[in-house]
């Protein structure tokens, strides 16, 4: 299916320099074909930055996260948490136990929110509070949260430095086309031991490697992609102290099996617990910057 929202003259002028490093050593990776329009990858030789170059210009940015993105209705969508809260609920109280083994209570908040649901969890022990770009997404989450909830970024938010004890970034950082300064931003919003928790891939991973230009997360929306060393490196730059790396997620195997239950419909479906099962346990063989999958979750203290 094409999406015809996106049009070939949507990009912004190709970059010449790195985004993350400023190193002028940039490489051609690979062309993304399979969306409309395809759009081209390179790699930093410098920090090893994996990045869309050209990028889609922040009109065509904009116009991703419509009610379309949300309900399936485009190429690139989102799965809708509203239709499976009790499914996703394990997965969201069980990271929320393990923020909890790092800080208790506090402020909390959740960049690129969505619908409110994550938060909504968390409000039974941090004050919750939100960052949503999608107008259509962000009206859902006010009417839930309220005011709490700033339909923007991180470049226009509201709140106050040294004002949160926890900022969660999941699958939100390859979204942005200046990932090092949110980081920046979110660590001035953090009170002194506030925590940091981001969830992206990991593109030293075999997985991404071996698919190559066919990996899944290469889409659209995804204008930036980490691997383990250059995001802990980042995140070492821009301050912050003790850094963990979670392989494939901090929350373990069972939330992510009964979140898999919103897409059972009959009793063969579960078959597809023995792929996920697998995925989890080959997700533990790494050694140094390289795992056997490309899934990662990395809390870092400032």
């Not at 969306?35 to 922040?58: A, E, H, K, L, Q």
């Not at 970034?169 to 981001?198: N, Q």
């Not at 301050?239 to 963990?244: M, P, V």
């Amino acid at each position: 299916m094409i999406d015809s929202s996106i049009k070939p003259n949507a990009f912004n002028e190709r970059l010449s320099a790195c985004p993350l490093c400023g190193g002028g050593n940039i490489r051609f990776l690979f062309t993304i074909e399979k969306y409309t329009p395809s759009f081209g990858v390179d790699r930093c030789g410098s920090c090893g930055f994996i990045f869309m170059n050209p990028r889609f210009n922040d009109a065509a940015v904009s116009g991703f996260y419509d009610e379309d993105y949300y309900s399936g209705g485009s190429e690139y969508s989102y799965h809708d948490e509203r239709k499976s809260l009790k499914f996703f609920s394990p997965v969201w109280n069980k990271r929320i136990a393990i923020i909890r083994k790092y800080v208790k209570e506090g402020n909390l908040l959740d960049v690129g929110c969505a619908f409110g649901g994550f938060l909504n969890a968390a409000a039974h022990y941090f004050v919750p509070h939100g960052i949503e770009i999608s107008p259509y997404a962000a009206a859902h989450a006010q009417s839930i949260l309220g005011n709490t909830i700033h339909m923007g970024t991180l470049a226009d938010h509201p709140f106050p430095h040294n004002y949160f004890s926890v900022i969660t970034m999941i699958e939100l950082l390859e979204h942005l086309p200046d990932p090092a300064a949110a980081l920046r931003e979110s660590r001035k919003l953090l009170r002194r031991g506030g925590l940091l928790v981001v969830q992206t891939a990991n593109m030293d991973g075999l997985q991404a490697r071996v698919f190559g230009r066919n990996y899944a997360y290469f889409m659209p929306g995804h204008l930036s992609y980490f691997t383990r060393q250059s995001l802990t490196m980042l995140l070492q730059k821009i301050g912050f102290g003790k850094i963990r790396v979670y392989y494939p997620v901090e929350f373990g195997l069972m939330p992510k099996l009964m979140k898999s239950r919103s897409d059972i419909t009959r009793l063969w479906d579960y078959r597809k617990w023995i792929r996920i099962a697998a995925y989890h346990y080959a997700s533990k063989i790494h050694f140094g910057n390289v795992a056997a999958t490309s899934s990662m979750v990395v809390y870092a203290i400032k």
